[in-house]
């Protein structure tokens, strides 16, 4: 059946009082998956089992377009690319235009652990001696991965402080660069393209900083690139640069060499771990059936979600601290992928394609935002996360109230408070109709969808499930919605136009640019002065 048609017949299914669902004791099991370290509970949801069928039904070419993924073929068809991730992390032969790709995979994933070794233990030394920190320049993909990664991991960093700039604003790079020492900073440029005006800004300022106290400005640089003509040209010497293929997308690219910085905080082995957990899911993937595969459900419950429910916005509350950066994280890999207009075949989609994602680690956003997802009137599906232990063992009493209030949350969404419940609680306070006011203010319709996403504890290996996870879920909704997941050609406008906007933030003539942009253009620069 066509997908759009599915959809449609599947708003005929909606309407299940999720309470209602889980009285059916089998429901927690069937709706449920595990996999690796994890398991994921999607019983508080209104997908009954019939729904749930017909939304299996709809995912009939996930299997091929999976095994033509991980086969690379060039399944990103407006830019003629294989997508190969998969290959970063996997371990057998995998052909792209008529030649394995694995043994580079393999070498430079070697040398990135030879360099990660020298700078850790010292044979690779700054012009101030032992490098005590490392700068990661690099923009979306070539930020978010390592940056999230590394402070996910930080009870196993033994290796140097690492550090992020990503913003064109000034501001960035000179918060970061006023607690570096440049004799015994190590900056990486990372930019799969080399050409991203924000990164090469900020790598430009680094270099005029570095050469304002060392003798050889680049001698502490490596650069992380697809383009290693253009790093050379920026004065980079070869043996320090990492490259990669074009079949790695940027939002893909945490993997290899643009997770040199997480190699270099928590050292190679652990940096083994993170891609042994991530091929743990690449197998489950490839081999679970559909009804029992863990990015499989993920995604069926985004589609049921958003394009049968038709809620507009899906929130990722991991109840890890440490995990705080994975919503921005997320916020590229799913709106970048899946953040799309067309068919693979150019034709306008008849409905949304992926949702607004975002988010906060709990339970901070419990004293923020959660006010709108309890009462507010338009449903935001929740997908929780939880580890059974924290990394702090000598705090476990910080970690039990952790899963409680992650429990509570779900449970809260589901089960509501009736205006009998709410007038209850506050009898003994108002009487007449200003009970029945007061009591209004505190009703919880209730019957709110969440998921859960549980797991021993942050480790390596699980934070590279976690990840796999989404990319997979990510690939799954892109199949069943017939569109590219992996170009973004959305995000090239804002930056021609920005191209062409610098000179007249020079001064330029702006004639040529709507009367909104003009009236802002002037404004600002005459508070320049
Ligand atoms: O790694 P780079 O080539 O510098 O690209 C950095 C980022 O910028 C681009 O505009 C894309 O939208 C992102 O997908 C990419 O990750």
């Known amino acids: 059946m066509d997908f759009w048609t599915g959809i449609e017949a599947l708003r005929a299914k909606q309407g299940?009082?999720?309470?209602?669902?889980?009285?059916?004791?089998?429901?927690?099991?069937?709706?449920?998956?595990?996999?690796?370290?994890?398991?994921?509970?999607?019983?508080?949801?209104?997908?009954?089992?019939?729904?749930?069928?017909?939304?299996?039904?709809?995912?009939?070419?996930?299997?091929?377009?999976?095994?033509?993924?991980?086969?690379?073929?060039?399944?990103?068809a407006t830019e003629g690319r294989a997508v190969l991730h998969t290959a970063l992390r996997g371990t057998e032969p995998v052909i792209v235009d008529g030649a394995d790709v694995m043994p580079g995979v393999r070498d430079t994933l070697d040398a990135m652990r030879a360099f990660a070794s020298d700078v850790r233990d010292g044979t690779f030394q700054g012009q101030g001696g032992r490098i005590t920190d490392v700068v990661n320049i690099g923009i979306g993909g070539s930020d978010l991965g390592p940056a999230m990664a590394v402070l996910a991991l930080a009870p196993f960093h033994d290796g140097p402080r690492c550090h992020f700039v990503s913003n064109v604003d000034g501001a960035d790079?000179?918060?970061?660069?006023?607690?570096?020492?440049?004799?015994?900073?190590?900056?990486?440029?990372?930019?799969?393209?080399?050409?991203?005006?924000?990164?090469?800004?900020?790598?430009?300022?680094?270099?005029?900083?570095?050469?304002?106290?060392?003798?050889?400005?680049?001698?502490?640089?490596?650069?992380?690139?697809?383009?290693?003509?253009?790093?050379?040209?920026?004065?980079?010497?070869?043996?320090?640069?990492?490259?990669?293929?074009?079949?790695?997308?940027?939002?893909?690219?945490?993997?290899?060499?643009?997770?040199?910085?997480?190699m270099l905080a928590i050292g190679p082995r652990n940096f083994d771990a993170f891609l042994t957990g991530a091929r743990q899911i690449d197998d489950h993937f490839r081999t679970a059936p559909l009804a029992e595969n863990l990015p499989v459900l993920l995604a069926l419950a985004g589609i049921w979600h958003h394009q049968v429910c038709g809620y507009p916005t899906r929130a990722v509350l991991p109840y890890d601290n440490r995990l705080s950066r994975l919503p921005a994280y997320l916020q590229q890999l799913e709106m970048e992928s899946n953040g799309k207009g067309v068919?693979?075949?150019?034709?306008?989609?008849?409905?949304?394609?992926?949702?607004?994602?975002?988010?906060?680690?709990?339970?901070?956003?419990?004293?923020?935002?959660y006010q709108l997802i309890h009462q507010?009137?338009?449903?935001?599906?929740?997908?929780?996360?939880?580890?059974?232990?924290?990394?702090?063992?000598?705090?476990?009493?910080?970690?039990?109230?952790?899963?409680?209030n992650c429990l509570a949350q779900s449970e809260a969404l589901l089960k509501g408070r009736s205006h009998a419940e709410a007038r209850a609680t506050i009898a003994n306070r108002f009487e007449g109709e200003e009970l029945e006011r007061q009591a209004a203010h505190r009703v919880f319709e209730g019957n709110r969808p969440s998921t859960t996403l549980i797991y021993p504890r942050l480790t390596p290996e699980v934070l590279g499930g976690i990840i796999a996870l989404y990319e997979h879920r990510v690939f799954v909704e892109g199949v069943m919605l017939d569109i590219n997941s992996f170009d973004q050609w959305g995000v090239e406008l804002g930056k021609e136009l920005a191209t062409s906007l610098g000179p007249l933030v020079d001064g330029a003539d702006a004639s040529d640019k709507d009367a909104s942009t003009r009236a802002l253009l002037e404004q600002l620069l005459e508070w320049r002065g």
């Not at 697809?226 to 079949?247: H, L, N, Y």
């Not at 034709?347 to 923020?368: C, K, R, S, Y």
């Not at 990394?391 to 970690?399: A, C, F, M, T, V």
Request: charged share 20%.
């Open 173 to 262: 790079w000179a918060d970061t660069a006023k607690t570096l020492d440049p004799a015994t900073t190590l900056v990486i440029v990372a930019s799969k393209t080399f050409t991203t005006i924000e990164t090469l800004t900020n790598a430009r300022t680094a270099r005029d900083w570095m050469a304002e106290s060392v003798t050889d400005p680049t001698a502490q640089f490596a650069a992380l690139s697809t383009a290693q003509d253009k790093t050379s040209d920026f004065g980079i010497d070869p043996s320090r640069v990492f490259g990669f293929e074009d079949w790695v997308g940027g939002r893909y690219s945490v993997w290899g060499p643009i997770g040199l910085s997480l």
């Open 16 to 76: 299940a009082r999720i309470a209602d669902l889980l009285t059916d004791d089998t429901r927690t099991a069937r709706l449920r998956a595990a996999a690796g370290p994890f398991v994921f509970d999607l019983s508080k949801t209104s997908i009954t089992g019939d729904a749930l069928n017909d939304l299996l039904a709809l995912a009939v070419d996930v299997p091929d377009r999976r095994d033509a993924m991980f086969a690379g073929e060039k399944i990103n």
């Open 376 to 404: 507010g009137k338009t449903p935001v599906p929740c997908e929780f996360m939880v580890a059974a232990e924290g990394s702090e063992p000598l705090l476990d009493h910080h970690h039990k109230l952790l899963i409680a």
């Open 343 to 369: 068919t693979m075949a150019g034709d306008p989609l008849q409905g949304p394609a992926g949702p607004v994602v975002w988010g906060e680690p709990g339970t901070n956003g419990q004293h923020a935002f």
